[in-house]
């Protein structure tokens, strides 16, 4: 009974999702329009507050509030950051426990036009953009982080359709990191590192069609020992 | 007003920190004997709860906590991951934002002697151990990423003496890799890193003197590309 938690006064928690999806050529974000105070109006993170009876996990929690605006949940969730301070929100104390999420376009896009408040906006558009609370900031370090993603790994591939073209991939990895790779090299890298399974498919870009690949289930999972660029 | 926190019921909140320190030759947590209720006399992390007058940031936070047990405040710090879920704590969803802490055993000797609920434990007993919550997988996550750090960065020299020799450097990550390292290539590698300052003194380890050496100041900030195994 003397531990009863409403003893210690304590700060808001939320969750907040980096949500990135691949579309049009352009690293895109989903980002909802806020309905509440405090910085009503603001566009920012879709994310909220663990509900105790019905989310088991945090990750339930993050879940939850993307498949609100989504309609699904993304192929690929890995927790980013916590930042808590007591003056980026100015009800007081806050915690967020942010995360990266990444998602197919296609998949999601019919429910995304049916939520008003939500939106896929390009990283370019989003940086000029006045956000609420420190989203801004915490958008810059999950670009960091799924940058690094793209020199190790191909877990960026969860931002494309399930099949999708080495070129495609390619064009993905070269967005991130921010400059030119070279093909035959990024070719036989993943090739060698068997992470896709060839469909057997073909689809034309502009020019000769290119073979559409997929992911096998623990590509995600996988390091490269010299990055990608190297 | 219609955002008055106190209508949303939250979790509880908390920060822990696994401090490691290194000392005759044995890798060692600082664990703390609880004093309350639940697991009343268990063996945890130390933390706690933010102080929303005192703290700032969460750092702020485990600073605080750890100033209590040891005195000082640890010179590397770095948040490891956060744990939130219905069932880790009886009292309820519970979130508990876990750091990991390096500090060097000397350097804080004479404070923790003091503290009667507090002591360093090796490792391997801390294993055998029946702990407070989940302080048991908090320490494995912890252990494994430093496990990472002693592979690609000399960050396990902050649990060392503020001067080390370069065969006591070596057994700290031969201990946290969990096999030998190669003494010529270990000592070339962190050489031409240029990560040490020779302090031009000697130390005695059995056999002849070795040289003393201390971190630069942005030494643990360094990231080798290849790992030190390799």
Same mark, same amino acid.
């Given at each position: 009974?003397?531990?009863?938690?409403?003893?210690? *006064?304590?700060?808001?928690?939320?969750?907040?999702?980096?949500?990135?999806?691949?579309?049009?050529?352009?690293?895109?974000?989903?980002?909802?329009?806020?309905?509440?105070?405090?910085?009503?109006?603001?566009?920012?993170?879709?994310?909220?507050?663990?509900?105790?009876?019905?989310?088991?996990?945090?990750?339930? $929690?993050?879940?939850?509030?993307?498949?609100?605006?989504?309609?699904?949940?993304?192929?690929?969730?890995?927790?980013?950051? $916590?930042?808590?301070?007591?003056?980026?929100?100015?009800?007081?104390?806050?915690?967020?426990?942010?995360?990266? /999420?990444?998602?197919?376009?296609?998949?999601?896009?019919?429910?995304?036009?049916?939520? /008003?408040?939500?939106?896929?906006?390009?990283? *370019? $558009?989003?940086?000029?953009?006045?956000?609420?609370? *420190?989203?801004?900031?915490?958008?810059?370090?999950?670009?960091?982080?799924?940058?690094?993603?793209?020199?190790?790994?191909?877990?960026?591939?969860?931002?494309?359709?399930?099949?999708?073209?080495?070129?495609?991939?390619?064009?993905?990895?070269?967005?991130? !990191?921010?400059?030119?790779?070279?093909?035959?090299?990024?070719?036989?890298?993943?090739?060698? /590192?068997?992470?896709? !399974?060839? $469909?057997?498919?073909?689809?034309?870009?502009?020019?000769?069609?290119?073979?559409?690949?997929?992911?096998?289930?623990?590509?995600?999972?996988?390091?490269?020992?010299?990055?990608?660029?190297?």
């Amino acid at each position: 009974a003397d531990y009863d938690k409403r003893q210690y *006064d304590s700060p808001l928690l939320t969750v907040d999702a980096v949500l990135f999806t691949y579309h049009e050529a352009c690293l895109k974000v989903l980002l909802v329009q806020r309905s509440n105070h405090p910085e009503l109006g603001k566009w920012g993170l879709p994310g909220g507050f663990v509900d105790l009876i019905r989310d088991i996990t945090l990750e339930d $929690t993050v879940l939850r509030k993307l498949q609100e605006k989504t309609g699904i949940e993304p192929p690929y969730l890995e927790q980013l950051q $916590t930042i808590g301070n007591a003056q980026r929100d100015k009800r007081g104390w806050s915690v967020t426990i942010a995360y990266t /999420a990444l998602m197919a376009f296609q998949a999601c896009y019919a429910h995304v036009a049916t939520v /008003a408040d939500a939106q896929w906006l390009a990283l *370019d $558009t989003v940086a000029e953009m006045d956000l609420a609370f *420190d989203h801004q900031a915490i958008i810059s370090l999950a670009r960091e982080r799924l940058r690094q993603k793209a020199l190790y790994s191909i877990v960026p591939a969860y931002a494309l359709e399930e099949t999708f073209t080495l070129p495609e991939l390619q064009a993905l990895h070269e967005a991130l !990191i921010g400059k030119g790779l070279q093909k035959k090299s990024f070719r036989r890298r993943i090739e060698q /590192a068997e992470l896709l !399974i060839d $469909t057997g498919e073909k689809r034309s870009e502009g020019g000769r069609p290119a073979a559409l690949y997929k992911m096998k289930k623990s590509a995600g999972n996988y390091t490269f020992v010299r990055n990608l660029e190297d």
